[in-house]
Nanobody, 116 residues
């Protein structure tokens, strides 16, 4: 049974930082591309950042220079360090594990709220 469990969300003031974690089980983690997506209220889910099995990263333009994605294959965990958070970063953040179809899995999501 595949599980992706996110943690680290919460409430933070504008300009603050949060670190999200996603720990996977039931998959051969090292061969999967891992990504973070987010969905704000009333909007479509969008890609935030992705890291390939080889460690190559890609970011949405809106988070470049502020967010950093990383992975620890020994811990089956992917991280998202978020700095300089702004109200527009408020969303539910989802972890994704992707190999090739149909091997594509999602976590349950964690809420990030940026507000003063």
């Amino acid at each position: 049974q595949v599980q992706l469990v996110e943690s680290g969300g919460g409430l933070v003031q504008p300009g603050g930082s949060l670190s999200l974690s996603c720990t996977a089980s039931g998959i051969r983690f090292s061969i999967y591309a891992m990504g973070w997506y987010r969905q704000a209220a009333g909007k479509q889910r969008e890609l935030v950042a992705v890291i390939s099995s080889g460690g190559r990263t890609n970011y949405a333009d809106s988070v470049k220079g502020r967010f950093t994605i990383s992975r620890d294959n020994a811990k089956n965990t992917v991280y998202l360090q978020m700095n300089s958070l702004q109200p527009e970063d408020t969303a539910v953040y989802y972890c994704n594990a992707n190999f090739v179809a149909p091997f594509d899995y999602w976590g349950q999501g964690t809420q990030v709220t940026v507000s003063s």
